[in-house]
């Protein structure tokens, strides 16, 4: 006998042979057909590249919600700050947002101090004297500017005090240049700057000798 | 058969091979599962006489069956649809089996006039097996029990109809190799069918 004998008795054994397929391999390959298709592109169907778009959209419009949420907050707090430095009318443009804000009315406060300080002074010496501000007399002439400041801040609340006793040695003197300087360089976040120079140098007017 | 059993397969094969392709092409459902009901009995014959045992044969019919909806949309309606997913669910078993570490050919060329001398011998075997009638099962059993190498181009050569030089091809070993591993298989294969048919004359 021939090989092709065999080659033919094995091939016709096998022409028209088939195995059957059990039902519990069908249904998972079904599964595997569906999850197939799904990951397969078919503008038919419902699929993975959907799914994906639809992910990316909602991705897309909670971030633009926030976005706008996060602006509308900072326009408020811009607005608010605003709304406070109008009550300030000394302090115009300060934010308040800032770490800064703490200070404000310290600052406020010690412009306003030092201000009435420079005025009250001005308007004493004016009319007489003998009724200068010792306590502030004394601090300027000895302090330098930013201690004048800083002792404004620890002594905000203190009232000044006439000291006869300080304005007689004062008046022995020969010259007092009440200096006040506020020099105050104020930060603020949302690109908006100010700073606060105010310079006000009042003469005294030279004692005549009796 | 009942009635309404012979009206669901009459149903079944009435569904055209174009409609399913067609359907394929578009991933719906129906018609992938109406082409596994159609073919998956003959795709499993094949896959079995590839595979060592029954598991890989059903994780080889599943693999190729989905390279077939896979590719589907290539195939062009030209030659034999049935040709066409066996040659793709054989290629597919080809090429698991050439990624197993286990796999190997026996690359020595051997004498192939050797086995021609054998053949004589062999004769008086070869016409009790063409007598004897086996089943296509036990003989996939026989399949099953042979070396990867063999069972690969015994089935390429003898059952699929490749000639040596594709086998070699597809298989990356030499013509020789391919030769020889064809020579050994059929000289086990009917070792073996020897053994069955002396159980089967015992009985």
């Known amino acids: 006998m021939s ?16 195995a059957p397929v059990s039902q519990e391999f069908k249904l998972k390959l ?12 078919n503008l038919a169907s419902f699929n993975i590249f959907y799914l994906t778009l639809a992910i990316i959209g909602i991705v897309l419009v909670l971030s633009v919600s926030l976005v706008a949420k996060n602006k509308s907050n900072n326009d408020n707090s811009i607005e608010n700050n605003i709304h406070l430095l109008k009550k300030e009318p000394n302090i115009k443009s300060l934010d308040t947002t800032t770490k800064e804000n703490n200070k404000k009315p310290i600052i406020a406060d010690t412009i306003k101090i030092t201000k009435k300080r420079v005025n009250d002074s001005e308007t004493n010496l004016s009319n007489s004297e003998q009724t200068i501000d010792s306590s502030n007399t004394t601090k300027i002439t000895v302090k330098t500017d930013s201690q004048i400041i800083n002792s404004d801040f620890i002594n905000k609340n203190q009232k000044p005090t006439n000291n006869p006793d300080t304005i007689e040695t004062q008046e022995t003197k020969k010259t007092v240049y009440d200096t ?24 005294k007017p030279r004692k005549k000798d009796k | 058969m009942q009635p309404s059993q012979f009206f669901l397969l009459s149903c079944k094969s009435m569904i055209d091979d174009s409609k399913i392709i067609a359907g394929c092409k578009k991933n719906k459902h129906k018609f992938q599962m109406a082409l596994f009901d159609k073919y998956a009995p003959m795709l ?4 079995l006489r590839y595979a060592t045992n029954t598991a890989d044969a059903d994780d080889l019919l599943q693999e190729g069956f989905i390279k077939i909806l896979d590719n589907i949309s290539k195939y062009t309606e030209k030659g034999s649809f049935t ?11 080809i090429n698991y089996y050439r990624k197993q570490t286990k796999y190997r050919f026996d690359e020595i060329n051997e004498n192939l006039h050797s086995f021609d001398d054998d053949e004589q011998s062999d004769n008086k075997i070869e016409t009790r097996i063409l007598d004897a009638n086996i089943d296509p099962e036990q003989i996939i059993e026989i399949f099953r029990d042979l070396p990867d190498g063999y069972r690969m181009v015994l089935n390429l050569y003898v059952i699929d109809g490749y000639s040596h030089n594709e086998i070699a091809e597809k298989l990356g070993i030499s013509v020789s190799t391919s030769k020889s591993q064809l020579s050994r298989a059929r000289k086990t294969l009917i070792k073996k069918t020897e053994i069955i048919i002396n159980q089967m004359q015992e009985q």
């Open chain 2, 83 to 93: 040709a066409w997913i066996k040659k793709i669910v054989v290629n597919n078993a």
């Open chain 1, 180 to 203: 006040v300087v506020s020099n105050v360089n104020v930060t603020i976040k949302d690109t908006v700057k100010t700073v606060v120079r105010e310079t006000i140098k009042i003469k």
């Open chain 1, 3 to 18: 090989k092709n004998k065999l080659d033919k008795q094995i091939r016709k054994s096998f022409e028209n042979y088939e």
């Open chain 1, 30 to 41: 079904s599964k595997k057909i569906t999850r197939f298709n799904f990951l397969k592109f």
């Open chain 2, 44 to 47: 499993r014959a094949v896959c």
